[in-house]
């Protein structure tokens, strides 16, 4: 089959990448820089603490073994609180409805979302703010996956809190401009320099923009509490661009490398535990 992809793609490229031809989309480009505003930020010090999760799983016959970690960290790499972390084996199923759902991935995913929350929770009285990595909007609306009910609880109660602040360094979300692809492609394309889309305030209470904190660096997504002015949403940039390395908040970079879970992280798990002897799900392959 991969043959044949190659086959179609080789055949297809321009109807395939269509969408990121960027001259069939004059209009939504107008827009994009119609709603853009050169911005240079000002130093502004202030204490953040960056929050993320991961989590990875080994499927056995049976079972998962599966991991799930999260922390909150300052700049000096010093936690704002202890981490959490949860490991241990099961079929990690979810109540959805009445009704049994195996899928390791959304539960897992939920666990992780648990964990930022408490983080952040407590990260909010030890900090200026505190970021976390990924999209309240995201968790709060995307139902077709089928989260669990808590998933929206603690989503919803996070964008209760001032001092909590979102960031996103990909997005699909068109809610702005309206475009085939994500409004994230077409404020890249905008330009090279710092700057930032007008706020966009969502009906559930969060303002969200679009942001460059520094030359030739991707836009990252904001997403902030409450409805926000252009100078609110300005002091936000100095401050996320002043603990910034490339154009993205440093101690979200030290989150994502303190918590993550790699697969060779499982594999070492799973012989300290003595499952190395139990089929796998990929041995029945052969692989």
């Known amino acids: 089959m991969l043959m044949k992809a190659y086959e179609y793609a080789a055949s297809n490229q321009d109807a ?22 050169s911005y240079t930020p000002n130093l502004r010090e202030s204490q953040l603490a960056g929050i993320d999760s991961s989590w990875n799983f080994i499927p056995y016959q049976g079972f998962y073994l599966f991991a799930v970690e999260a922390v909150s960290i300052l700049r000096d790499c010093s936690y704002t609180v202890e981490p ?54 995201a968790r709060f609306y995307d139902r077709r996956k089928r989260k669990p009910t808590k998933f929206y609880e603690y989503a919803r109660e996070l964008m209760g809190q001032e001092n909590v602040v979102f960031i996103s360094k990909t997005s699909s979300s068109n809610i702005m401009l309206g475009g085939i692809l994500g409004d994230i492609f077409y404020f890249n394309h905008v330009g090279s320099l710092p700057g930032y889309s007008k706020p966009y305030f969502d009906n559930v209470g969060v303002t969200i923009f679009y942001v460059r904190l520094s030359d030739n660096t991707p836009c990252i997504r904001v997403e902030a509490p409450g409805k926000i002015s252009e100078s609110e949403a300005e002091r936000l940039i100095d401050i996320l661009q002043t603990s910034s390395v490339s154009g993205y908040p440093y101690v979200l970079r030290l989150a994502h490398e303190q918590c993550k879970v790699t697969n060779d992280d499982l594999e070492r798990l799973a012989n300290m535990l003595g499952l190395n002897a139990e089929i796998g799900g990929r041995d029945v392959l052969g692989e």
């Open 84 to 137: 959490l972390f949860n490991l241990g084996v099961g079929t990690l199923s979810v109540e959805e409805n009445g009704e049994i759902v195996y899928d390791p991935r959304t539960e897992l995913q939920s666990r992780g979302m648990e964990f930022e929350y408490e983080l952040a929770m407590g990260s909010v009285k030890k900090s200026d703010f505190a970021l976390i990595d990924g999209s309240v909007l």
């Open 16 to 37: 395939i990448v269509r969408g990121v031809n960027l001259s069939l989309g004059k209009e939504i480009m107008r827009e994009a820089k119609s709603l853009w505003n």
